[in-house]
């Protein structure tokens, strides 16, 4: 798309000018010049979902999500109060506690993407009761495992097997609090499904959900993504994985 | 000179680790106790409790015998830390909420691998276990939480030399993981 000069805007961003072209959200434009929002399940290269509102930031008064609210001219954006940065931890702590997140037993501790954000908005603890549901871990494919204690349903597989592999191996079943993750397969299992090593599904998790078999400490602990410098330095874990 | 800090720790549902990372922070070792007096801790092996301005908490709920000694640090002490992944949030001992306690049992003492003698111990003596691991908010209040599996001994450090110095906490971003 051609875009004129006379057609682009600028917003305040933390007291940062920060340039626009219509069309962009609020996230397009922070990351294009340099910047960081927290955010779990927005991928730049899958279409916004706005479902994990971690990117929450404040316009207005208002409280918006960055990966799905439009850039405005003269919008003034507060991304580092401790007002934004208290409701991202408190969204954080209730992914924390509704999932079973034991980092020390998982092989991606250290480039994750809800624990580095969780750093990044300084949680240090969950808060919250937990609830530790009891979920299914399903080893039956060759090179892949799922851990569904893991899962924080940011559809971001869902999106890469239906939008990019063209399969549609995983979707979200039930609703509110029984909503989970389930595989199109006769038995259900990731072994009996279409799912491939090189579909673009398997590099786009954030988490430690799906992972892939045999290399789990390839990286040692303490030189991992993660481990020395914060996620607004570094960037998504899904941009440094070869698909 | 002022009175010193009296300090308690203890180990519930861990695996002493966070202790050793305690002690891993080596000679300033000796700048601590000019600054805190340890009570119960088993550093001094001390077993009872007196009245404490800080105490440590390493290691998740598992037990009744854990609760009865949380809920006795939290009357003792003003400050109580949770130091570590386990206090924090269960941590590995809280891996076994996946499985019926029963289940746990059988497979510990009676249909494992390898095991003479079953049958699952029952004396008296043998805290009961609770039919699920928690981490210590769940139970008692909490003032201050440490994560890391363990904290590192410059954490500790950095977490006791500002808290006896009345500062606001601030820990370099490296000093706060969570494995």
Not at chain 2, 75 to 103: S, T
Request: with cysteine.
């Amino acid at each position: 798309m051609k875009v004129s000069l006379s057609s682009r805007g600028s917003f305040r961003f933390d007291g940062k000018e920060i340039p626009f072209t219509p069309g962009q959200t609020i996230m397009d434009a922070v990351l294009a010049a340099g910047e960081y929002i927290p955010h779990l399940c927005h991928n730049p290269e899958f279409a916004p979902h706005g479902s994990c509102r971690v990117c929450v930031v404040g316009v207005g008064g208002r409280q918006v999500s960055a990966c799905t609210a439009p850039a405005a001219e003269g919008m003034v954006v507060d991304s580092s109060s401790e007002e934004i940065q208290g409701t991202r931890r408190a969204i954080l702590q209730m992914l924390f506690v509704e999932g079973n997140h034991i980092c020390p037993a998982c092989e991606k501790s250290g480039a994750c993407q809800l624990q580095a954000v969780a750093y990044y908005t300084g949680m240090l603890a969950p808060h919250f009761t937990h609830f530790f549901p009891r979920r299914e871990v399903d080893a039956s494919h060759p090179d892949f495992i799922i851990d569904f204690n893991r899962c924080i349903l940011c559809e971001l597989c869902v999106r890469a097997s239906r939008d990019w592999d063209g399969k549609r191996v995983f979707g979200i079943s039930g609703r509110g609090l029984a909503s989970h993750l389930v595989i199109d397969s006769p038995t259900g299992r990731l072994g009996d499904s279409s799912f491939a090593a090189t579909d673009k599904a398997a590099h786009v998790c954030p988490v430690g959900a799906i992972l892939p078999k045999h290399r789990g400490y390839e990286v040692p602990i303490g030189e991992r993504l993660y481990d020395r410098e914060p996620i607004s330095l570094v960037g998504d874990v899904a941009a440094h994985e070869e698909a | 000179m002022a009175e010193k800090i009296r300090v308690a720790t203890a180990s519930l549902a861990g695996c002493f680790g966070c202790h050793m990372s305690f002690l891993d922070i080596d000679e300033r070792i000796l700048d601590l106790v000019e600054l805190v007096e340890f009570d119960r801790t088993p550093i001094t092996d001390i077993k009872t409790i007196g009245e404490c301005d800080l105490g440590l908490i390493e290691g998740g709920v598992a037990n009744a015998e854990n609760v009865e000694v949380l809920r006795e640090f939290r009357r003792h002490c003003k400050i109580l830390v949770a130091l570590g992944a386990c206090a924090v949030n269960g941590g590995i001992p809280a891996m076994r909420n996946a499985f019926e306690l029963k289940d746990c049992l059988e497979e510990s003492y009676v249909g494992g691998v390898g095991i003479y003698n079953p049958g699952i111990p029952n004396d008296p003596e043998i805290p009961l276990l609770l039919n699920k691991v928690h981490p210590i908010h769940e139970v008692v209040k909490i003032d201050y939480f440490l994560p890391g599996c363990p904290p590192s001994a410059d954490a500790i450090w950095t977490f006791l030399t500002e808290l006896l110095a009345g500062k606001p906490i601030d820990f370099p971003y490296t000093q706060i993981h969570y494995d």
